[in-house]
């Protein structure tokens, strides 16, 4: 376990770290100085997590999100008096090098994804009702390309499909848009996804048509976009919103949920291999989740390590960090 002095609500791996298991964490204290910190799991003792560096960051952190391909880089999303702004930091001698900013290009910043592309300096950030690619290799940052007016509305999360690189999603209150970066047009919409707001969506980084999204309807939901009318799962074991869910980076079959009832869940979709059927995804009725009860307060981020397939990080709103491995009898049913 890990504690924060303030409330937070963000982590990320540091996902140019495929060596050892090690994120980002950031605060939103109201008054004090926030702090972005850069932890790592212990390679002695699992749950044990230790600080690698403390960084002042002003205003509440709403996001984060690390470079693919530089350790040093990442985003952050913060409050900055009544408007919410992007900045990119470099983590130089310890202090953060500001690189970018989105103040005064785009306002009220929501979400930050990386190109999955490592050798690109795309992002993509999504505001309220637009969502603009930038590149910040042009003159400190251009839009390369971006949504028109109007076509999006009340923009929530945003996931860049990794093994289509020309594929982003984003949640639209209750709906599902796709977006072809090409022409920034929509290939995909799911009118009510979730039954209230979509908080997450998370593109499998294994399996190109797989999308998980995460709803305050406390259901958890993968899609098939090759057969988009209706999910292949649905299920509702949390008893609250549901703030994200993530596929593991290395096996689409596990799938991680957080939730503002301080539970987080890890759900196996497959059948096992003695069942006879294989890689079959699971009936949302015979789905049950192995369940972590280490938080007392509302899990608002859940991230797998770069590093080790096996694990993943846990953040609540009360700054507790908990790190937690696949039950060894769901890692083996995956291997065996």
């Not at 637009?130 to 007016?149: E, P």
Request: hydrophobic share 35%; aromatic share 8%; glycine share 6%.
């Amino acid at each position: 376990m890990y504690g924060l002095k303030y409330s937070a609500r963000c982590a990320t791996s540091v996902a140019a770290c495929r060596d050892a298991s090690k994120w980002l964490v950031a605060t939103t204290a109201l008054r004090e100085e926030n702090e972005v910190h850069i932890i790592e799991q212990e390679e002695e003792a699992s749950d044990h997590i230790s600080c690698k560096g403390v960084f002042s960051h002003r205003g509440e952190v709403w996001d984060i999100a690390a470079s693919p391909a530089d350790e040093k880089l990442f985003f952050t999303v913060y409050l900055d008096g009544q408007s919410q702004e992007a900045a990119l930091w470099e983590a130089v001698d310890g202090k953060l090098e500001p690189k970018f900013s989105s103040k005064g290009k785009q306002k009220n910043v929501r979400k930050v994804v990386w190109s999955p592309d490592t050798a690109s300096d795309l992002v993509a950030l999504g505001s309220a009702d637009a969502l603009k690619l930038w590149n910040l290799s042009r003159d400190g940052g251009a839009v390369s390309s971006a949504t028109g007016a109007g076509e999006l509305e009340n923009v929530g999360a945003v996931s860049w499909n990794h093994l289509n690189h020309n594929l982003l999603c984003v949640s639209c209150s209750d709906s599902l848009q796709c977006l072809d970066l090409r022409s920034m047009s929509q290939t995909i919409t799911v009118e009510k996804a979730h039954e209230m707001g979509v908080r997450d969506v998370d593109f499998s980084k294994t399996n190109q048509n797989l999308l998980a999204s995460a709803g305050d309807d406390c259901h958890m939901c993968v899609w098939d976009l090759r057969k988009a009318q209706s999910p292949v799962v649905k299920v509702s074991n949390h008893s609250h919103w549901v703030w994200q869910a993530k596929f593991n980076p290395y096996h689409e079959a596990l799938v991680v949920t957080s939730s503002s009832d301080s539970l987080v869940q890890l759900w196996h979709l497959t059948e096992d291999e003695e069942e006879g059927r294989g890689n079959e995804i699971k009936s949302s009725a015979e789905l049950k989740p192995h369940t972590f009860e280490e938080h007392e307060d509302s899990v608002y981020s859940v991230s797998w390590s770069t590093g080790d397939p096996w694990t993943f990080l846990s953040l609540s709103y009360d700054g507790r960090v908990m790190c937690n491995q696949v039950p060894s009898s769901v890692k083996y049913k995956i291997l065996l």
